[in-house]
Every structure is written in C-alpha cells, then in structure tokens.
C-alpha cells in the first residue's frame, strides 16, 4: 500500500468584490497552474476542499486510493462554511487555485449557480434518481446541466446534556425528553426557563444558533420568489429575532458558534440543550470525547426542520475534471454516504440509503446508543417546508447573525438599536 500524501489544512482567503467582478464580467482565465498535480508517470494527486465536518475520514479516502491506483487524495478542511465560501468565490473569480472537488453550503448554494458555467457539468445516467428530487433540482442550472452532487440534508432535532437534566429535576429519557419538548418555540422556552430557575445556568448555546433553527421554518424570510428582499419588513422575521433575544438573556450562554469558548462549552456543560442537525452530532463528539451526558431526542420545535446541506462541485479550471467528477460520484454514492453518516452523522440525502438497514438500525454510543438513524429518518419526514434561498439569502443571514451576536454575545447593542443597524446592513446590500 503507497503513502498517501492526505493532509488537512484550515484554508482561509479574503473575498472581495473584485473577484465577483472577475466572474461577472467574464474575466477569469483558465490559469496555468496544475491543481490536480497530474505526472507524466500517469499518477495524479486531487484534491478536496470541505469545511466542518463531512464525515470523510482518511479510512474512506485510503479507501479510494487503494481502488484506484495512482491516485492520491489531498484533503483541505476549512474551519467553517464561511471561510470555504470566501475561499471559493475569490479563486473562482480568478480562474485557479481551486481544489479539483470543491464543497459548496446549501446557503450560499443559489450564489454559486450564477457562475454555474464555470462548474463542470455533471450528468449521468449513472447517478440519475440517486438524490431527493429537490436536492438535484437545485443543482440543475437553467441549461439543464447537473453542476453538483448532492452530499447531506440536515434533519433537525435536539441535543441535550442527561447529567444536567438530571441536576435540575428534569426528565433524562429521551422519549420523556421529546414529550417534555414537544410543542411549539414557546414551549422550548417554557422549558428552558425552567432550568434556569432551577440551575442558574444557561439553557442553549446562543441566540444565533437558536435562531437558524426557528428562521429555517419560514419559508419567505428573506426573499420572495421574484427576488424581492422582504427581510427587513417581514414581520415573522422580526418576531423570530425578538422572541430568540428575549429568551437569550437568560438563557443563552453567549457563545458564538464555532468560537473556541463554543467548542469548550461542548464539553464542559455550559448549555444544557442545543439544535442538532445530524451533522452536529459528529461536531459534539469530536469535540467532547470526554463527556458521557450528551443525549439526542426525537423532536423538535415547531414540527420538523432542516439546517445545511451540502454539495460537491468540479470546477471547470481543473486540470484532472473527469477524474474529479469520477471521486465526486463516488463520494456521494449510497455506501459512501452511509460511511460518513456513521462518521460524523451527516444524514444521506441519497434515496436508496434509506432503506438501508446500515441507516435505519443505526445508533450512536456516544449519544448512549441513540438510535439516530431511525431519529434523523422520522425529522426528515417532519420536515414540511423547503426555505426559499435565492441570490441574497446568505449576506442577508450573515447581516442578521451579526445582529443577533451584537446583543447576545458582544453585548454592544440593544435589540432595537441592532435591529436598526440590520435594516441599514440590508438596505446597503442594494
């Protein structure tokens, strides 16, 4: 078996205008570099660009190397779905320096199908019908072309810390756990008030991250459908905003998501409950190995909702696409995607995986043996409205996630004043 050259690095670039000026205007060049790495001898090195957690472990990748010989996979993970998007919007824009497979998020998704003509296009008949119909009609550009594959969807539901539970006169099974839940977001906070009376500790993580969960059951928060921006006079949005920072100051820890004190606080019991993805799953127990009070209820505010997603893209700058897309439907073929699944919890959005005994029998030791297959299963089928993410969802989200922590974590505003300053943040988006 040959030495892979796989590493992981944290990549991180400034996005500016210029490089959207670059790609709307045409001006990105094919470039001369080699990012495949292709020899002369036939061997090539590609590379991959993810961010989080994927689930795509270096067993899975040696997996790849070992069925295909001379191929070497280099793995680049960025710390978060924002430093990947900066990244791949300013080198897109410049016509190189892209990885062969490049990860793309569900929220800044619609953004990137603008320059869908810089994506190679990725149709088969080998993977026709392999995804939820949504998950592929949102890849298929206005040329019919499938420009990404899809990887997972993010059915929601709660994580919460046993021990704590316990500590504050609380139930600690997770079917008593759901029922104590089950309701609407006022009942979570009910709930949540609760605990804070009894513990003098905080009942989630942060506004922000409370907040993604509550706006993703909307299905115009930000946008109409003819690309109308209603952000800013939408009174359900306003409500969500109010109703999360109200709760938050008492019962928010004040931690930013993906901050080091959020990553510490996963582990050392700073919140009692938070909104879990299937993809979160992975994020918590690889970040409090320790910890053996973590739990997962079937259930979730409000009915059913999804968080994230993701998508694997060739760019058509790569010196090696038809191998790329070659690893990139293998990647999120049915058996790989049930792989990462028991990896990291990332749910298949493949149908065939759902009926899959591997899916549907899983459970999870760290979340004392959840069965989160059959869990994540039941809050996809709760899941009954698809948010409308169109060109401006993401600068419109990152302006609210800044108002959100200028009250909860930073503490520089009031919820007014910050609301004031996300009506200018928008406003000023054109």
């Known amino acids: 078996m040959k030495i892979s050259r796989r590493r992981s690095t944290a990549a991180a670039a400034l996005a500016g205008a210029t490089a959207l000026t670059l790609i709307a205007t045409g001006c990105a060049s094919t470039g001369d570099a080699d990012p495949a790495g292709s020899g002369s001898d036939g061997e090539i090195t590609l590379t991959l660009a993810t961010f989080n957690d994927f689930g795509y472990t270096d067993e899975l990748l040696q997996q790849y190397e070992d069925e295909n010989p001379g191929v070497t996979i280099v793995h680049n993970k960025a710390a978060t779905s924002n430093d990947a998007r900066d990244n791949f919007f300013t080198k897109l824009g410049a016509g190189s320096g892209l990885a062969d497979v490049e990860a793309v998020e569900i929220d800044w998704f619609a953004e990137m199908m603008q320059y869908s ?5 990725l149709s088969s008949d080998d993977v026709a019908d392999r995804w939820v119909d949504w998950k592929t009609d949102a890849a298929t550009d206005a040329d019919g072309r499938l420009v990404a594959y899809g990887t997972d969807i993010g059915p929601e539901a709660v994580c919460y810390r046993s021990d704590l539970f316990e ?12 029922e104590l839940l089950n309701g609407d977001w006022d009942r979570y906070f009910e709930v949540g008030q609760e605990y804070v009376d009894a513990t003098g500790a905080a009942w989630f993580d942060s506004a922000g991250a409370t907040y993604q969960g509550m706006i993703n059951q909307v299905e ?8 109308t921006v209603i952000a800013t006079e939408n009174d359900e949005v306003k409500g969500i905003y109010e109703q999360v920072l109200e709760a938050s100051a008492t019962q928010s820890a004040h931690l930013g998501q993906w901050s080091d004190d959020w990553f510490a606080g996963l582990a050392n019991g700073a919140f009692a409950t938070m909104l879990c993805p299937g993809w979160m799953l992975g994020v918590i127990s690889g970040n409090a190995p320790d910890v053996t009070g973590w739990d997962v209820a079937n259930v979730f505010p409000g009915g059913g909702g999804n968080w994230g997603g ?10 090696n696409t038809e191998a790329a897309a070659k690893f990139a439907a293998w990647l999120t073929a049915p058996e790989q995607q049930l792989s990462a699944f028991e990896a990291a919890g990332t749910f298949p959005s493949q149908v065939e995986a759902y009926e899959s005994d591997t ?21 996809s089928q709760a899941i009954d409205v698809a948010p ?43």
Request: overall charge negative.
């Open 117 to 121: 003509d810089l994506l190679t296009d």
């Open 167 to 178: 500590a504050a006169g609380l139930p600690t099974d997770r079917a008593e756990v759901a």
């Open 220 to 227: 115009f928060a930000y946008e109409q459908e003819d690309g």
């Open 310 to 319: 993701s998508y694997l893209t060739v760019p058509a700058q790569g010196e």
């Open 359 to 379: 899916l549907l029998s899983a459970t999870n030791p760290y979340f004392n043996d959840a069965p989160v297959g059959e869990i994540l299963i039941e809050r």
């Open 388 to 430: 409308f993410k169109s060109v401006k969802y993401f600068p419109i989200n990152d302006a609210m996630q800044k108002a959100l922590t200028r009250v909860d974590s930073d503490k520089t505003h009031t919820i007014e004043s910050s609301w004031e300053q996300f009506v200018a943040d928008v406003n000023s988006l054109g």
